[in-house]
């Protein structure tokens, strides 16, 4: 059993974390960089230590630093998060080498599912859907313009260690396939220092459907059903939802039943979430496996009733999974909203600067994720999302009256926000009808702009 644990990140999630090990009995380490010296995390943990100035490559990305925090504090174990050093296969390498567990996958799990073209080929093997595509990494843009005309148009050109859109583009025709290649394999380049590239037939207006599962260091795999994460803007989500509207009972069975045999084609342990494209005719693809605990977790925590942060930390101890596939029932619908301290009037331009006032609204069922407190100055230096609202309900229809209700009661004066923003989409019909596909965001920003 752990003793003690180091948080290798900040913000709401260091919270999040912090909270789970402190109701377990198990120590707290915060890391922090000189901008979050007055942060909630480091207030909360039951040690901080300074890891190095603002910018995160000089700490909270300063994998020397974390290690060495860790052995002079004498924790057992890293927990690191998402975004940071979550899925850095080095990392964890390093950790590894250095006996220090950290709460998730092997590195050489993250390295493998970290390569989506990789990726894409163990889920081929185990018979899992992908979209129709190339099976190896393409470095020469004949043989990649060759295979393009070959599948056919439209094609989408993504860079191996890409995900999250970068290195990503869409080639419409023959014609203009060489530029756009060119330009993700430039982007891959400068983003990754790799410029292995991959493709796939484009799926036009497709759904996010993404899959939460849970490995134990025995083989047992469960998931914990789905998240309809369709609606982001510029790859960010923005509003996730569980279960998604577009999925039935049975969909469910046998997409959640796929998951479950990815991550054991992955031989993957602890918190992953395996990524759909869902199309038009409700045919299902593998996109991508995240091995990290992800922003929208409590959206699953509260249709499950568990607690994904407690059961990583147990699966990283050795322990069986507390749950069986037959234990995880959906009940009821949850909607989690981020709240990002930008302008959407600016395009959705990030604005830092010091919270004078705040009411986090209350209620049944209304979680409030953040790390934010009154005077609290928001740094420039990290990612805008400053608070999560997370309601649950009976319905899907209850749980937006309840959000819409919430988003109301909720205020941050000082900055700029999207609350007001969220609300909108809330109020709209498409959306309260389900009529979602990945481009809801651009489609409503116009319908906004002509009212
Ligand atoms: C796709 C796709 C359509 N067809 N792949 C976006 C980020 C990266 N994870 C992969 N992405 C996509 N891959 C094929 N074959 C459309 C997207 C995509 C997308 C996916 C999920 C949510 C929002 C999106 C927005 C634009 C493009």
Do not use: W
């Not at 912090?18 to 480091?42: C, F, N, Q, T």
């Not at 047992?220 to 309809?228: I, K, S």
């Not at 319905?395 to 959000?403: G, L, P, Q, V």
């Amino acid at each position: 059993m752990f003793h003690k644990v180091l948080i290798a990140n900040r913000g709401e999630i260091a919270v999040r974390i912090i909270r789970a090990l402190r109701e377990l009995g198990i120590k707290s380490v915060a890391v922090y960089s000189e901008a979050d010296k007055d942060s909630l995390h480091a207030k909360l943990a039951d040690e901080a230590i300074c890891i190095g100035p603002a910018s995160p490559v000089e700490s909270y990305l300063n994998m020397e630093r974390i290690i060495s925090a860790t052995i002079s504090s004498g924790a057992e174990a890293i927990h690191p998060g998402f975004g940071f050093l979550s899925e850095n296969a080095k990392f964890v390498e390093m950790c590894e080498k250095c006996n220090i567990k950290v709460i998730g996958p092997s590195s050489d799990v993250i390295r493998k599912m970290g390569n989506k073209s990789e990726a894409r080929n163990t889920m081929t093997e185990a018979n899992i859907p992908v979209v129709p595509g190339s099976d190896h990494i393409i470095y020469d843009v004949d043989e990649a313009h060759e295979f393009a005309d070959k599948i056919g148009y439209p094609v989408i050109i993504k860079a191996a260690l890409g995900g999250g859109g970068k290195g990503m583009r869409i080639a419409v025709n023959s014609r203009e396939f060489e530029e756009r290649f060119e330009t993700a394999r430039l982007e891959s380049e400068n983003a990754f220092a790799d410029d292995g590239m991959y493709i796939e037939k484009y799926i036009v207006n497709p759904r996010h459907i993404e899959f939460q599962i849970m490995a134990d260091s025995y083989g047992n795999v469960v998931h914990l059903g789905e998240r309809d994460c369709t609606i982001q803007r510029n790859h960010q989500k923005m509003l996730e939802e569980s279960p998604s509207s577009a999925i039935s009972p049975e969909m469910r069975k046998v997409m959640g039943e796929t998951a479950v045999r990815a991550a054991k084609a992955a031989h993957y342990e602890n918190a992953g979430t395996i990524e759909f494209l869902l199309d038009k005719d409700n045919k299902f693809y593998f996109m991508e496996m995240n091995t990290r605990i992800q922003v929208e977790h409590p959206v699953t925590e509260m249709v499950t009733g568990t607690d994904l942060i407690k059961e990583q930390i147990f699966v990283a101890q050795g322990q069986e999974l507390s749950f069986t596939q037959d234990d995880i029932k959906i009940s009821g619908h949850a909607i989690e909203c981020r709240i990002n301290a930008e302008n959407p009037d600016k395009n959705f331009m990030p604005c830092p600067g010091v919270i004078n006032e705040i009411h986090i609204p209350g209620g049944n069922d209304i979680r409030v994720d953040t790390a934010i407190y009154n005077g609290y100055q928001v740094p420039a230096n990290y990612d805008s999302m400053i608070l999560k609202l997370i309601v649950h309900d009976q319905n899907r229809y209850c749980a937006i009256h309840k959000m819409q209700s919430a988003l109301g009661e909720l205020v941050i004066d000082g900055i700029d926000t999207n609350i007001d923003f969220l609300y909108g989409i809330l109020d709209d019909q498409e959306y309260k009808n389900g009529d979602i596909t990945t481009d809801y965001i651009k489609n409503y920003i116009k319908k906004r702009c002509e009212k």
